[in-house]
Every structure is written in structure tokens, then in C-alpha cells.
């Protein structure tokens, strides 16, 4: 991505007892869950597109939502860089509701592939949010929904050599295209993606490139539920990120980024995005708040 600045509530029952797990629980343990996702994936190495180590993320994304009761899509495709061609494949997952309508949530995982950080293995920047929707499938799964939640893992968000021109979110430029020209022009509400979420000192942008509607709708979400310092409002700056693409297409579609990772983001796009710097509690926040949001969005006629 790039910046320019402008100024569970679930219920067990056993033996015919209802025994409730809190809420701020439920966001811990996905936490966690999301945590431990972004450990494997880092164990991987550097994972830019094209990668040996991509191939390989690949393969443990997909088995994991293999086990799960969705529809999986894997988009492969040749992206045109200033490198030449390169192979990339986005990973779409279905969790069907009755009415057609869709919601998303979405994300990337290629890290950066620069030479001048060859030992980037990007625990934030991708592995914060391929983790994320990994735990939200898991959520996900059995749950009776109105709305199809599709999780979407983009290739390709990172630039090859540099963030100009068409060098960056190849994936989500192209997914966006095909939906405007698709089905999904008039089934999907709304896209929530999600980049660098995972920040022990978690602070979200409010997002100026955003659809404003569906952004103060997760922004009063978070809110509601206590989060207003990781959701503080105000507008600070503009990102281009996986969102823009659909935003540009004509749809309703927010990103959640914190970009204030370090004192004056000195860990973005540094071999210091370790998984030291991550928070299992910031994690199960952001997740906490998309699945309010999605649930929201279900209500909306």
C-alpha cells in the first residue's frame, strides 16, 4: 500500500446446560487463532508473488479453508510487472447465505520482494492479514447467515520494483473489473479489507479513500463495543490499498490499516516487521469488529 497524507458471543451447550463464553473472550481466543496463523505463515520466509515460499502459503491457505463448509476459488493469473510476467493466483472463499446478497472481507498475503529487503518476512504487512481471515473462516464455518460472506486473499498487492503506475494491487484490480462486469455489480454490498492489523499498538486509519458510509459504520461499530483508541475518528490520511480498485469500480468498499507501525512507521516494509511487533489482542480486536460489521450489513435491506 501507499499513503499520502493530506493534513461471540457464542453459546456452548453441554448436557443440557448453557454455559456462555463473554465476548471480549470470543475476540481473545480468534486472537490467538489469527496469531497462530501468521506464525505458520511466517515460518515460511519471505513470500512475495511468484515465490517458491508464495506457492507454498498458497497451499496452507487453501488447505485450511478446504476443512471448512465454503466454496474456494483459486483465480490464477499471469500480471503483467516491469519485470515481466509473473504468475499470481487469488484465493476466493464462498460461505453461502439465501439472499444473494454478498458481503466481503478481504486482504493480501504476497510480502514485499524488494532486493534492498531480501529478509522480509512481513508478519504485518500480509501475514496480519491472511491470518485474520483464516481465523474469520474459521468463525465462519456452520453458522446460519442471510448474506454470502466471501473472504478474499488478493496476489500481487505489493509492487515489483516500485508503487507507480500499475505496479501494485494486481490481484485487486483485477478481481474489481470482473465484478463490475459480473454478477456481483449488483450483489455486493459492501468489501471490508483489511492490511496491517495486527500492530501491538493497534490505531487504524480513518480512511479517506473510503466509501464514507460503510466506514462510519464500522468506525461506530467499534465504537460501541469500546474500541474507539484502535478506531479513533478524524480524518488522517489517504491510502492506496486492495480497496481503491473497487471504490473505482462503483463499490462500497473501506480499509482498515494501521500505518503508524513504529514511531514514524519505521517497521513498514523493514526486516524489523517481525512477529514481535504483533498482538494477539489487536488481532481478535479487528475481528471482533468485522464480524459486528458483517453482521450489521445483514440487517440493512
Known amino acids: 500500500m501507499h499513503r499520502t497524507l493530506k493534513h461471540c458471543w457464542f453459546l456452548a451447550l453441554a448436557l443440557g446446560v448453557a454455559c456462555a463464553q463473554s465476548p471480549s473472550q470470543a475476540a481473545d481466543d480468534a486472537g490467538e487463532r489469527a496469531f497462530a496463523y501468521v506464525e505458520q505463515l511466517v515460518a515460511l520466509g519471505p513470500r512475495p508473488s511468484g515465490s517458491e515460499a508464495q506457492l507454498k502459503q498458497q497451499q496452507v491457505i487453501l488447505e485450511a479453508l478446504r476443512r471448512l463448509d ?57 501475514g496480519s492479514s491472511a491470518g485474520l481471515l483464516l481465523a474469520l473462516a474459521e468463525q465462519l464455518n456452520g ?59 493497534l ?50 468498499a473501506v480499509d482498515l490499516i494501521d500505518f503508524d507501525y513504529g514511531l514514524l512507521n519505521r517497521y513498514w516494509h523493514t526486516e524489523q516487521d517481525t512477529l514481535d511487533k504483533l498482538s494477539p489482542e489487536s488481532l481478535g480486536i479487528v475481528l471482533r469488529v468485522v464480524r459486528e460489521t458483517l453482521r450489521e450489513l445483514e440487517k440493512r435491506p
Not at 143 to 166: M, Y
Not at 206 to 232: H, I, K, M
Open 143 to 201: 453458522e446460519l447467515r442471510r448474506d454470502t460472506v466471501r473472504l478474499v486473499f488478493f496476489d500481487g498487492e505489493e509492487s515489483v520494483i516500485a508503487w507507480q503506475g500499475d505496479d501494485h494491487t494486481y490481484g485487486s484490480r483485477r478481481l474489481a473489473a470482473a465484478w463490475a462486469a459480473g454478477p456481483e455489480r449488483e450483489r455486493l454490498q459492501a468489501l471490508i479489507n483489511v492490511d496491517m492489523v495486527g500492530d501491538a499498538n
Open 70 to 126: 465454503c466454496t474456494v476459488t483459486e483465480d490464477d493469473f499471469t500480471a503483467r510487472t516491469p519485470r515481466g510476467p509473473v504468475a499470481m493466483k487469488n484465493i476466493i472463499a464462498d460461505f453461502p447465505g439465501p439472499t444473494g446478497r454478498i458481503n466481503a472481507v478481504s486482504g493480501h498475503y504476497d510480502t514485499l520482494g524488494h532486493a534492498d529487503v531480501p529478509a522480509f518476512v512481513g508478519a504485518n504487512d500480509a
Open 203 to 252: 490505531q487504524l486509519v480513518y480512511e479517506g479513500n473510503s466509501t464514507p458510509w460503510l466506514r462510519d459504520l464500522v468506525w461506530d461499530v467499534a465504537a460501541s463495543l469500546g474500541y474507539s483508541r484502535q478506531f479513533p475518528a478524524g480524518q488522517t490520511g489517504y491510502i492506496e490499498d486492495d480497496h481503491v480498485p473497487f471504490v473505482q469500480n462503483g463499490f462500497a
